[in-house]
């Protein structure tokens, strides 16, 4: 996909000419389902004699380029691409350490894989149509032609044209509305950070808020508007929390908007108006640890960023391990100690499903431009990331002094974009004293070696072992007379997720599916994690009992941790193949079955395995 000069071999974006800012216009138009629109952009020219400014575009028509200057055409060429098509765009003559603004003409097409359309019997309340986005990780490029690389930040304001009955948010600050023609209304917005444009978000719908503190609103369809605030209820005390750990909050306001059940991620972390999904609902705040992770993001991954998707690990383990810190400070440290021994279930499980050789489970995977990187979405990069960030911190003094490490490398790299190297290096002046100590560490091993860490960590065991310890003693048994409810009074909800966790990789039986059953009604289950592994747990056991409720759950949200796993094995689980078949294609042009799910699951059946999706 690079060409010469590239950044990113998942991008035709160049060191050369860079976007500096973008000033987008859109109009929505729910029945062709598309985005018309435009978008200029401030081009630095950052060498001498720099011919062409190249730009990322997948499937828009292109309907002009010109100088904003004068108003003049110029030139460009469509190439086709792997993942995706590079623009080439002629600049006038422009001196090194100058800009000039271009301005791009475009149409986005139905099928663009960053906006998903859903008709308003799709969506919570039945009353009005929706469209939301998901640009990360090379999606941006579907929405608005652009340099769709994290290698390159740019700041930006876009006026939004939307229906009046609905209301546009964006990854921005709001800056007003007002009426347009035609019982049409544009939302102005503006974001002063720059940010890399997989960071670029648009909801459009019938939307309802309310405040959660000074700086957090929580928004979402007016059906479930209650419940998500008293489920978010806490957030500004975990904004409180991260800058304790990582320093000031630079973003302004931090807003959560709760999606309809077809985003297939848990949380995405864009800047100012996080994404969550619906199945954090699970009415007692046992699932908010997502919005912890979505939270960390506005330090690490937002402001400090990866540099290409090679080096993704360094948004999300450092998320990763940011988030369990804050859990500690929250919960107590043995609730981050369990977080992490079950952290390193879901690496096993993403290393099994791939293959312990697999390339992408190393910490730094290699792309070739022609590899989709969601194709290499796993746990790997959060959790083997984060083990080795635990790693370091065991040999340089612990958790007090990794502490005011995290709000150096924050400072030191803050609204920039780095590579591996860069941490390396920062870690290795920051430590200069304790060089015996890193002395020990094996750097390229960590980063090239394939399959688990290379080293193990030991983490407290305290509350796993009450979870395992019932967990082993029922799968030993052959009567469960002595099983009451009383035996689960005490977990937590992780707990439970890691109980249920060890009886899967066991050998479960119906007669123990009755048993866990009878006293603890898993069946009726409200938390989605406990849910998904309940079920999960009847198919290892053949309980075809289970079918109906997985065929449910996959069919009403689109979380592609929970719908992936569950398609594959009741696919695999004897009796189950039909319907796995059937419910998938009966349903999978409905809402939770949206365009990002298809593709992953497509990409499931393609490579014969099954990818269980970490914190996202």
Avoid at 64 to 70: A, I, L, Q
Avoid at 281 to 290: M, Q, T, Y
Avoid at 416 to 435: G, P, R, W
Avoid at 570 to 589: E, I, P, S, W
Wanted: hydrophobic letters at 40%; glycine letters at 6%.
């Amino acid at each position: 996909m690079s060409v010469a000069g590239g950044v990113d071999p998942c991008s035709a974006a160049t060191a050369a000419a860079s976007s500096k800012h973008m000033s987008l216009e859109f109009k929505a138009d729910f029945d062709a389902k598309t985005l018309a629109g435009s978008v200029i952009h401030t081009v630095a020219v950052n060498e001498d004699d720099v011919a062409y400014f190249f730009l990322d575009f997948k499937g828009q028509k292109i309907l002009g380029v010109t100088n904003v200057e004068d108003g003049s055409q110029l030139e460009f060429s469509e190439e086709a691409a792997g993942l995706g098509s590079s623009l080439k765009v002629s600049l006038p003559p422009t001196p090194k350490g100058s800009t000039v603004k271009v301005k791009v003409a475009f149409q986005t097409s139905p099928e663009a894989s960053g906006i998903q359309w859903l008709a308003k019997e799709q969506t919570g309340c039945k009353k009005q149509p929706y469209l939301f986005t998901q640009c990360q990780a090379i999606h941006a490029r579907s929405v608005v032609p652009c340099q769709d690389t994290p290698a390159h930040k740019c700041t930006y304001d876009a006026a939004v044209t939307v229906p009046s009955a609905l209301t546009a948010l964006m990854s921005a600050h709001s800056v007003g509305n007002d009426a347009a023609e035609g019982d049409m209304t544009t939302y102005r917005f503006e974001q002063k950070v720059a940010i890399p444009t997989y960071l670029v978000a648009l909801v459009i719908g019938l939307l309802e808020s309310r405040d959660l503190g000074p700086r957090c609103r929580v928004w979402s369809e007016p059906d479930i508007i209650e419940k998500s605030a008293y489920e978010f209820a806490e957030v500004e005390q975990m904004l409180t929390h991260a800058e304790t750990l990582l320093g000031p909050y630079v973003w302004g306001r931090y807003d959560l908007l709760v999606l309809p059940p077809s985003f297939p991620y848990g949380g995405m972390e864009n800047p100012m108006l996080t994404f969550v999904t619906p199945t954090l609902l699970a009415g007692d705040r046992s699932l908010v640890n997502v919005v912890v992770h979505e939270i960390v993001h506005s330090w690490t991954g937002n402001l400090v960023t990866s540099k290409t998707w090679e080096h993704f690990w360094l948004n999300e383990g450092f998320t990763v391990f940011c988030e369990r810190k804050i859990c500690g400070m929250m919960e107590g440290e043995a609730t981050r100690q369990l977080e992490s021994i079950t952290g390193l279930t879901a690496l096993q499980n993403s290393v099994d499903q791939f293959g312990a050789e697999s390339p992408f489970t190393a910490l730094c995977p290699k792309f070739d431009g022609q590899t989709d990187p969601d194709d290499a979405f796993s746990s790997v990069p959060y959790e083997k990331g984060s083990n080795f960030l635990y790693y370091i911190e065991s040999l340089v003094g612990g958790a007090e002094v990794m502490n005011e490490f995290l709000k150096a490398y924050i400072q030191k790299f803050a609204h920039m974009s780095i590579t591996t190297q860069d941490f390396q290096q920062f870690v290795e002046t920051y430590f200069a004293d304790k060089k015996e100590a890193l002395a020990k560490i094996d750097w390229n091993a960590w980063y090239t070696t394939p399959g688990m860490p290379i080293i193990a960590n030991k983490f407290d065991d305290s509350l796993a072992v009450e979870a395992k310890s019932l967990a082993t003693r029922i799968l030993s048994s052959d009567d469960f007379a002595w099983l009451t409810a009383a035996a689960f009074t005490t977990f937590s909800a992780l707990q439970m997720q890691l109980f249920l966790d060890v009886l899967i990789d066991g050998k479960p039986t119906v007669a123990m599916i009755d048993a866990l059953q009878a006293v603890y009604d898993f069946n009726n289950a409200t938390n989605a994690e406990i849910r998904f592994r309940w079920q999960r747990l009847c198919l290892k056991a053949g309980d075809s009992r289970i079918f109906p409720a997985v065929a449910a759950f996959v069919v009403e949200q689109g979380r592609m941790k929970f719908v992936r796993p569950l398609y594959r094995d009741l696919f695999k689980t004897a009796g189950g193949k039909d319907l796995a078949v059937a419910t998938f294609t009966q349903n999978r042009y409905d809402e939770a079955h949206s365009t990002l799910v298809l593709g992953q699951l497509a990409t499931d059946r393609k490579q014969g395995r099954n990818i269980n999706t970490a914190q996202h």
